[in-house]
C-alpha cells in the first residue's frame, strides 16, 4: 500500500525558516518524480516544486523560486522541502504527492502538514 | 499560467440523481505527444486531494463506474451518474499540460 506521511509544519514567524520532510512507502521511491502541492483558503490548491527521479532536476513554480528548495533521499525514501523567508501568505496545509506515471499531476497524496506563518 | 474555470461552484444534488461539473482551460491541453493532461479530483472533508479521473476520462483503481470524465481542447465534464453520500466533498479539476500545473477553484457537491 502506496503511504505518504508528512511532518515538520508548526507555526513560524514572518522571515523564518521550516523543512517540511515526507516519508514514502509502499513503492519504489526511486521510480517515481515526486512533488509538493500547498492548499490555502485564498489561493486553493498550488503546485509548489517537482524533482525527478534521481533528483536532478527541479521545477519550481516562478513565485516561490529563490526561497524553496525540494529535495530528496532515495536510501531514505524521503523526500524534503525547506523554506526559506517565509511569508504569512505561505500559510498553507502542504501535501507532498506521488506524480503518477504518463499522466502528470499525482496519483496519491499524503495527509497534509499545517504550516502557519504569523508573528 | 494556464487559468482552469469550474462550473458551477455549487451543485446541490438529490442522492440517486445525476451530477454533471464543467472545466474550461485558458489554453489548449494537447502535448507534442498528443496526450491532454486533464485530471479530477475528490477532497471529502477532512481529507487530502484523491485522484478520480486521469487523461480526461481514464478512472483510478477503485473509483466507482459512476464517475466519468469527458471533453477534448479546452473544455471537460465530470459526470456522476447517481449520486450516493459518499460523493460529498469538493471536486477539482487540474492540467498537467503546461507548467506550473495548476487547478480550477473547485466544486462543492452536497446532498439536497
Known amino acids: 500500500e502506496v503511504q505518504l506521511v508528512e511532518s515538520g509544519g508548526g507555526l513560524v514567524q514572518p522571515g523564518g525558516s521550516l523543512r517540511l520532510s515526507c516519508a514514502a512507502s509502499?513503492?519504489?521511491?526511486?521510480?517515481?518524480?515526486m512533488s509538493w502541492v500547498r492548499q490555502s483558503p485564498g489561493k486553493g490548491l498550488e503546485w509548489v516544486a517537482i524533482i525527478r527521479q534521481d533528483g536532478s532536476e527541479k521545477i519550481y513554480v516562478d513565485s516561490l523560486k529563490g526561497r524553496f528548495t525540494i529535495s530528496r533521499d532515495n536510501a531514505r525514501n524521503s523526500l524534503y522541502l525547506q523554506m526559506n523567508s517565509l511569508r504569512v501568505e505561505d500559510t498553507a496545509v502542504y501535501y507532498c504527492a506521488r506524480v503518477a506515471r504518463g499522466a502528470a499531476g499525482g496519483d496519491f497524496w499524503g495527509q497534509g502538514t499545517l504550516v502557519t506563518v504569523s508573528s | 499560467d494556464v487559468v482552469m474555470t469550474q462550473s458551477p461552484l455549487s451543485l446541490p444534488v438529490t442522492l440517486g440523481q445525476p451530477a454533471s461539473i464543467s472545466c474550461r482551460s485558458s489554453q489548449g491541453l494537447v502535448d507534442s505527444g498528443g496526450n491532454t493532461f486533464l485530471n479530477w479530483f475528490q477532497q471529502r472533508p477532512g481529507q487530502s486531494p484523491r485522484r478520480l479521473i486521469y487523461?480526461?476520462?481514464d478512472r483510478d483503481s477503485g473509483v466507482p463506474d459512476r464517475f466519468s470524465g469527458s471533453g477534448s481542447g479546452t473544455d471537460f465534464t465530470l459526470k456522476i451518474s447517481r449520486v450516493e453520500p459518499e460523493d460529498v466533498g469538493v471536486y477539482y479539476c487540474?492540467?498537467?499540460?503546461?507548467?506550473?500545473?495548476?487547478f480550477g477553484q473547485g466544486t462543492k457537491v452536497e446532498i439536497k
Open positions: 487540474m492540467q498537467g499540460t503546461h507548467w506550473p500545473w495548476t
Open positions: 487523461k480526461v476520462s
Open positions: 509502499g513503492f519504489t521511491f526511486s521510480g517515481y518524480w
